[in-house]
């Protein structure tokens, strides 16, 4: 029962991210991602080449969900990460509801 009302839950969120104007499909497949896989870690170089784009797109694609507060920047180094936190699907729900608020007349 757990497993399949998170799963619902995952669905749910993904739905509305794809719904939302304030996602490119970039930061929807990030988001995606980390709401399945919560140990992830995402870099402005793999995400450049899981989809084709430059680092600086990718760059400003992580950043804005840090931005957001839907990743967390961990410096690696000389170079950044982006982790996910752990109350993600909270963050999102929440996010959710105030973009909702936002777009009613």
Do not use: C, W
Request: glycine share 6%.
């Amino acid at each position: 029962a757990y497993v399949r009302r998170k799963s619902e839950d995952i669905q749910h969120t993904q739905a509305m991210m794809k719904q939302s104007e304030h996602f490119n499909y970039r930061q929807v497949a990030v988001l995606g991602h980390a709401l399945g896989n919560p140990d992830a870690s995402f870099s402005a170089t793999s995400h450049a080449n899981s989809h084709g784009v430059t680092r600086q797109t990718a760059r400003t694609d992580l950043k804005e969900l840090a931005d957001l507060g839907l990743l967390a920047l961990v410096q690696s180094g000389r170079s950044f990460d982006f982790g996910v936190p752990r109350d993600l699907e909270r963050r999102l729900s929440r996010l959710g509801r105030t973009l909702a608020k936002r777009s009613k007349p």
